[in-house]
């Protein structure tokens, strides 16, 4: 798949992760594992592209004596989901045609 | 493979960039790490879960940005003293060339008022002896080579100031 296009899907799964409530980095390869080819090297570039995009913000918490990262997703975040879906859906009408025209055949 | 050696390991293969940055990195993987030893794996294989370390390595060398710009290549840096270096020396001869020409300035402003004074005792003399009108074309003179004196004396000490000012530059870069 269009490397553009993947990075596109995997900053998405993420956010949509976080739409619920906060979560921080184990969680969120747990969760999206299963569902998505991620793994804990990949969802480091993810959530630093979104956080220097605005679409998500860090803050630490303690838990167990040491240190854990919350992400938490922005409006900017939620803006980024809308147009995927929006993108997605106009994505969708043209594979429908086509998919259509394909089986005419 | 243990945390800290996976963490050593990071920072070395990460020299040159943000210091932040490959704290940042380190303190993710060290956190999933932790996570995953909570749930009881113990710490190899946990350390094994986030993947092959050169690969991470690599990874993070091709995302993280190389450190700040105040550390450029070092050639770059020598080029810039080198640079520094032949400015400075500029800077010194020219207030060298400036010192010699307000030296001869002055020299000529101690000659020009010996002569003015000169001048002026003859045209005095002259006005007692030969009448007004020699002695009133002395005075002129004497005027002409007293203002002579004054413009040469404010060229000198602006020339010496220059070089002043120059040598000053020069030494504090």
Request: proline share 2%.
């Amino acid at each position: 798949m269009d490397s553009k296009l993947k990075n596109g899907m995997l900053d998405a799964c993420v956010l949509s992760c976080l739409l619920k409530a906060d979560s921080y980095g184990y969680s969120i390869v747990r969760e999206l594992s299963g569902k998505v080819e991620i793994s804990e090297s990949t969802l480091y570039p993810i959530l630093r592209r979104l956080e220097a995009s605005g679409a998500l913000t860090v803050y630490s918490t303690e838990y167990n004596g040491r240190l854990r990262k919350y992400y938490s997703i922005t409006d900017t975040g939620r803006e980024r989901i809308r147009t995927f879906l929006e993108e997605w859906k106009a994505a969708m009408d043209i594979y429908n045609y086509i998919r259509k025209e394909a089986e005419k055949l | 493979m243990k945390r800290a050696e996976f963490a050593e390991y990071l920072r070395e293969k990460l020299k040159g960039r943000s210091e932040t940055e490959v704290n940042n990195s380190i303190a993710y993987y060290i956190e999933l790490i932790n996570e995953h030893m909570d749930e009881g794996i113990p710490e190899e294989e946990a350390v094994a879960a986030m993947g092959n370390p050169e690969k991470i390595a690599a990874q993070l060398l091709e995302q993280l940005p190389v450190s700040q710009p105040a550390v450029s290549s070092p050639a770059a840096i020598q080029a810039e003293s080198e640079n520094r270096e032949s400015l400075s020396f500029g800077r010194i001869f020219g207030s060298i060339l400036l010192w010699i020409l307000g030296g001869f300035l002055w020299l000529t402003a101690i000659g020009t008022s010996i002569g003015a004074t000169a001048v002026l005792s003859v045209g005095i003399e002259l006005w007692i002896y030969n009448g007004y009108a020699v002695g009133l074309v002395m005075l002129g003179l004497t005027l002409f080579l007293t203002g002579l004196t004054i413009g040469v004396i404010l060229g000198a000490s602006h020339a010496m100031r220059g070089a002043g000012k120059l040598l000053k530059r020069s030494a504090e870069r």
